[in-house]
Protein backbone atom coordinates (compact mmCIF):
# COMPACT_ATOMS: atom_id res chain seq x y z
CA UNK A 1 0.00 0.00 0.00
CA UNK A 2 1.27 3.09 -0.70
CA UNK A 3 -0.21 5.92 1.05
CA UNK A 4 0.83 9.92 0.79
CA UNK A 5 1.49 12.67 3.31
CA UNK A 6 2.47 16.22 3.73
CA UNK A 7 6.18 17.10 5.38
CA UNK A 8 3.80 19.30 7.89
CA UNK A 9 1.83 15.85 9.15
CA UNK A 10 3.61 14.15 11.66
CA UNK A 11 5.49 10.85 11.22
CA UNK A 12 3.85 8.03 12.56
CA UNK A 13 4.97 4.23 13.06
CA UNK A 14 2.08 3.24 10.77
CA UNK A 15 3.75 5.27 7.71
CA UNK A 16 5.79 2.47 6.91
CA UNK A 17 9.23 3.33 5.34
CA UNK A 18 8.79 6.95 4.24
CA UNK A 19 10.30 8.58 1.01
CA UNK A 20 10.53 12.04 0.38
CA UNK A 21 9.71 12.78 -3.09
CA UNK A 22 10.89 16.34 -4.09
CA UNK A 23 13.16 17.61 -5.84
CA UNK A 24 13.95 20.44 -3.72
CA UNK A 25 14.15 20.14 0.14
CA UNK A 26 11.62 21.61 1.96
CA UNK A 27 12.00 24.96 3.66
CA UNK A 28 11.97 25.20 7.06
CA UNK A 29 11.74 21.38 7.87
CA UNK A 30 14.88 19.58 9.68
CA UNK A 31 16.08 16.14 8.56
CA UNK A 32 15.21 14.51 11.90
CA UNK A 33 11.85 16.19 12.12
CA UNK A 34 10.87 14.57 8.44
CA UNK A 35 11.71 11.32 9.78
CA UNK A 36 12.26 10.02 6.57
CA UNK A 37 13.82 6.71 5.46
CA UNK A 38 15.09 8.42 2.19
CA UNK A 39 14.82 11.51 0.16
CA UNK A 40 14.74 10.22 -3.94
CA UNK A 41 14.90 13.84 -5.28
CA UNK A 42 15.72 11.98 -8.74
CA UNK A 43 11.65 11.10 -8.76
CA UNK A 44 10.89 14.76 -8.58
CA UNK A 45 9.55 16.05 -11.50
CA UNK A 46 12.18 18.46 -13.45
CA UNK A 47 12.40 21.42 -12.85
CA UNK A 48 11.11 22.56 -16.08
CA UNK A 49 7.91 20.67 -15.28
CA UNK A 50 7.59 21.93 -12.07
CA UNK A 51 7.83 25.34 -13.53
CA UNK A 52 5.50 24.84 -16.22
CA UNK A 53 2.91 23.01 -13.96
CA UNK A 54 2.75 26.09 -11.00
CA UNK A 55 0.14 24.23 -9.06
CA UNK A 56 -2.31 24.93 -11.67
CA UNK A 57 -5.45 22.42 -11.91
CA UNK A 58 -5.89 22.94 -15.12
CA UNK A 59 -2.71 21.54 -16.32
CA UNK A 60 -3.20 18.56 -13.96
CA UNK A 61 -3.86 15.49 -17.23
CA UNK A 62 -1.11 17.31 -19.01
CA UNK A 63 1.40 17.54 -16.21
CA UNK A 64 0.40 13.85 -15.25
CA UNK A 65 1.28 12.56 -19.39
CA UNK A 66 4.29 14.29 -19.51
CA UNK A 67 5.75 13.01 -15.67
CA UNK A 68 4.69 9.78 -16.41
CA UNK A 69 6.82 10.05 -19.33
CA UNK A 70 10.05 11.33 -17.49
CA UNK A 71 9.40 8.43 -14.40
CA UNK A 72 9.35 5.67 -17.50
CA UNK A 73 13.12 6.91 -18.01
CA UNK A 74 13.58 6.41 -14.28
CA UNK A 75 12.87 2.78 -13.66
CA UNK A 76 15.81 2.40 -11.41
CA UNK A 77 15.14 5.28 -9.09
CA UNK A 78 11.94 4.02 -8.56
CA UNK A 79 12.53 0.59 -7.45
CA UNK A 80 13.65 1.41 -3.50
CA UNK A 81 9.81 2.23 -3.38
CA UNK A 82 8.70 -1.02 -5.29
CA UNK A 83 10.57 -2.98 -3.01
CA UNK A 84 9.07 -1.13 -0.26
CA UNK A 85 5.33 -1.60 -1.48
CA UNK A 86 5.78 -5.27 -1.81
CA UNK A 87 6.84 -5.85 1.95
CA UNK A 88 4.60 -3.19 3.49
CA UNK A 89 3.15 -0.04 3.64
CA UNK A 90 4.57 3.08 2.25
CA UNK A 91 4.49 6.71 2.64
CA UNK A 92 4.99 8.92 -0.33
CA UNK A 93 6.16 12.86 1.47
CA UNK A 94 5.90 16.12 -0.14
CA UNK A 95 5.61 19.48 0.13
CA UNK A 96 2.28 21.01 -1.98
CA UNK A 97 -0.57 22.88 -0.51
CA UNK A 98 -2.71 21.15 -3.08
CA UNK A 99 -3.36 17.70 -1.71
CA UNK A 100 -4.88 16.63 -5.13
CA UNK A 101 -2.55 17.72 -7.48
CA UNK A 102 0.97 17.27 -6.97
CA UNK A 103 3.69 15.36 -7.84
CA UNK A 104 3.02 12.53 -5.11
CA UNK A 105 -0.66 11.83 -6.08
CA UNK A 106 0.90 11.20 -9.75
CA UNK A 107 3.72 9.29 -8.58
CA UNK A 108 1.62 6.60 -6.51
CA UNK A 109 -0.73 6.26 -9.34
CA UNK A 110 2.17 5.90 -11.79
CA UNK A 111 4.04 3.23 -9.26
CA UNK A 112 0.92 1.34 -8.23
CA UNK A 113 0.33 0.91 -12.09
CA UNK A 114 4.03 -0.51 -12.12
CA UNK A 115 3.31 -2.26 -9.30
CA UNK A 116 0.09 -4.20 -10.76
CA UNK A 117 2.28 -5.03 -13.96
CA UNK A 118 4.80 -6.60 -12.28
CA UNK A 119 2.62 -8.72 -10.06
CA UNK A 120 0.30 -9.70 -13.26
CA UNK A 121 3.77 -10.66 -14.93
CA UNK A 122 4.34 -13.16 -12.07
CA UNK A 123 1.16 -14.60 -12.10
CA UNK A 124 1.72 -14.99 -15.73
CA UNK A 125 5.11 -16.94 -15.24
CA UNK A 126 3.88 -18.77 -12.85
CA UNK A 127 0.77 -20.00 -14.69
CA UNK A 128 3.24 -21.23 -17.56
CA UNK A 129 5.73 -23.09 -15.03
CA UNK A 130 2.57 -24.41 -13.27
CA UNK A 131 1.25 -25.63 -16.97
Same mark, same amino acid.
Given at each position: ?20 ? #? ?45 ? $? ?5 ? #? ?19 ? $???? $? ?23 ? $? ?5
Amino acid at each position: MIQLKRVYDKAAPEDGKRFLV #ERLWPRGITKSALGIDAWLKELGPSTSLRKWFGHEPKRWEEFRRRYF $HELEKKA #EACKPIQRAAERGRVTLVYSS $HDTE $HNNAVALREFLEAQLKKSRTAERMR $HLKTAA
